[in-house]
C-alpha cells in the first residue's frame, strides 16, 4: 500500500493567477441558501426557463440573466462515481458517492455528495437535498449537507 501512495504523489508547485468573484445573483442565491435553507435558479424572463447554477446568460437567446426563482431542491440524478481515495491517497473504509444532479425544472447540472446505499444507486433516481442546520451553514454551496432518495 505504501508503494501505491509513494507512486501517487506529485511534488508540484503550482501559481495560478484566477479569482473567482460571485456575480450579485449567485451572492443572492447563496444568502437564500444559508438563511432559509432554500435554492435560488437564474431566470430568463424571454425564454421562461431557469438555470441552475445560475448563469450570467441564457443559453438559449443569450440576454443577461437579471431575476432569479425559487426552485425545489428535489432532482434528477444524472450520473455519479464512488471515490475510493481520499485527497491523501489513503484507501476510505466506506466510498463516498459523488452525483451529477439536474434539480427538477432546470436547465444545468452540478456535482454534490449523496447519502444513498451503494445498493440504490441508478441513473435516473430521483433526490432531494438535505441542508445543514441553519447555525452551521457559510452561505455556499456545501450549505447542502448531501442528497438522498427523494419520498
Given at each position: 500500500?505504501?508503494?501505491?501512495?509513494?507512486?501517487?504523489?506529485?511534488?508540484?508547485?503550482?501559481?495560478?493567477?484566477?479569482?473567482?468573484?460571485?456575480?450579485d445573483?449567485?451572492?443572492?442565491?447563496?444568502?437564500?441558501?444559508?438563511?432559509?435553507?432554500?435554492?435560488?435558479?437564474?431566470?430568463?424572463?424571454?425564454?421562461?426557463?431557469?438555470?441552475?447554477?445560475?448563469?450570467?446568460?441564457?443559453?438559449?437567446?443569450?440576454?443577461?440573466?437579471?431575476?432569479?426563482?425559487k426552485?425545489?431542491?428535489?432532482?434528477?440524478?444524472?450520473?455519479?462515481?464512488?471515490?475510493?481515495?481520499?485527497?491523501?491517497?489513503?484507501?476510505?473504509?466506506?466510498?463516498?458517492?459523488?452525483g451529477?444532479?439536474?434539480?427538477?425544472?432546470?436547465?444545468?447540472?452540478?456535482?454534490?455528495?449523496?447519502?444513498?446505499?451503494?445498493?440504490?444507486?441508478?441513473?435516473?433516481?430521483?433526490?432531494?437535498?438535505?441542508?445543514?442546520?441553519?447555525?452551521?451553514?457559510?452561505?455556499?454551496?456545501?450549505?447542502?449537507?448531501?442528497?438522498?432518495?427523494?419520498?
Amino acid at each position: 500500500m505504501e508503494a501505491i501512495k509513494e507512486k501517487l504523489k506529485i511534488k508540484q508547485e503550482l501559481i495560478l493567477n484566477y479569482s473567482h468573484v460571485n456575480s450579485d445573483l449567485e451572492e443572492k442565491n447563496f444568502i437564500e441558501l444559508k438563511e432559509n435553507g432554500e435554492l435560488l435558479a437564474g431566470f430568463c424572463f424571454n425564454c421562461k426557463k431557469l438555470f441552475f447554477p445560475i448563469l450570467l446568460n441564457c443559453v438559449f437567446c443569450g440576454i443577461p440573466i437579471k431575476e432569479l426563482k425559487k426552485v425545489e431542491s428535489s432532482g434528477v440524478l444524472q450520473s455519479y462515481t464512488l471515490l475510493y481515495l481520499n485527497k491523501f491517497a489513503e484507501r476510505l473504509i466506506e466510498p463516498l458517492v459523488l452525483g451529477l444532479i439536474k434539480l427538477k425544472g432546470t436547465y444545468g447540472t452540478f456535482y454534490h455528495y449523496l447519502n444513498i446505499p451503494l445498493d440504490f444507486l441508478k441513473i435516473n433516481l430521483e433526490i432531494k437535498a438535505v441542508f445543514k442546520e441553519k447555525e452551521k451553514r457559510k452561505g455556499d454551496i456545501t450549505d447542502i449537507k448531501y442528497f438522498i432518495l427523494e419520498g
